[in-house]
């Protein structure tokens, strides 16, 4: 059973995540509501919760200047947000749970599920990854985050060479040669990253623009680069690709 907190300085986004975890969520049990940083600290401190519903923005501060003030507090947090489409792939990149204002029943019970199996000792990583990239959109500084089964890799969105497609898994290849295979769909990653320079030039190969090498014409089309790795370009993407390189010489 997991203990949980509500904090959301809303009183109905609080009844309505009530209601909503009370009907859907049958391994949790609400054993406390704030509607403050303040309040939500000493709520945490007095009843040291499994599980916060964190709203971001509240009148006296925000769900990160409340986690600094109760560290290091052995629970898992869902953030509640109203956040624009920047700060959501801020989220993204730093695999956090979030759920958008206003919350669907079906997101948060897959939300509550995931926190169940998610470890502590992630979160403080997940969280400077989250702070850094919602300060900065500087390509070069920007950093993602990576899970398996065994690792949490933090990564610079540059070092990534390219991404393959295995089903419902993406082997993640990088520029130093190694490899990292996770559970989400390549389209998840050409979603987070297109607007980052990645092209997908077939619907198995998301690549890095700035990783490649040369274009070889033979047999319709191969990409290299600069590990080496030789991808393939499929027919529809080799017009639009081509003009990719002439906008980068220009």
């Known amino acids: 059973m997991l203990r949980t907190i509500i ?29 403050s940083v ?16 964190l709203d971001i923005r509240m009148a ?16 898992k947090v869902i953030f509640v ?13 730093s695999a956090l749970d979030y759920l958008l204002k206003p919350v669907d029943s079906d997101e948060l019970k897959v939300a509550v599920e995931k926190a169940e199996h998610q470890v ?7 969280l400077d990854t989250l702070v850094k990239n919602l300060d900065t959109e500087d390509q070069s500084k920007k ?41 989400t769909t390549l389209k998840f990653y050409q979603d987070l990253l297109t607007e980052y320079g990645f092209f997908r030039v077939h619907k198995s190969y998301l690549i890095n623009l700035e990783h490649i090498q040369r274009f070889e014409k033979a047999e319709g089309g191969y990409l290299i680069l600069g590990n080496e790795l030789k991808i393939p370009v499929a027919s529809r993407k080799r017009e639009e690709l081509l003009d990719l390189f002439d906008h980068i010489s220009e």
């Open 60 to 75: 006296d501060g925000t769900g990160f200047d409340l986690l600094e003030q109760i560290e290091p507090q052995e629970c």
């Open 7 to 35: 904090i959301d300085d809303e009183p109905p986004v609080r009844e309505s995540l009530r209601e909503m975890l009370k009907e859907h969520c049958c391994n949790v049990k609400v054993i406390a509501e704030a509607g």
């Open 120 to 126: 502590v000792k992630e979160l403080k990583t997940q």
């Open 143 to 183: 950093k993602i985050i990576l899970k398996t089964a065994d690792n949490i890799y933090l990564l610079r969105v540059n070092d990534i060479s390219c991404c393959e497609s295995d089903g419902k898994y993406t082997m993640i290849y990088l520029a130093d040669g190694k490899k990292v295979m996770v559970s």
């Open 81 to 93: 947000t109203a956040y624009n489409e920047y700060a959501i792939k801020a989220f993204k990149f």
């Open 38 to 53: 303040i309040s939500g600290v000493e709520a945490i401190l007095k009843h040291h919760p499994d599980l916060i519903l």
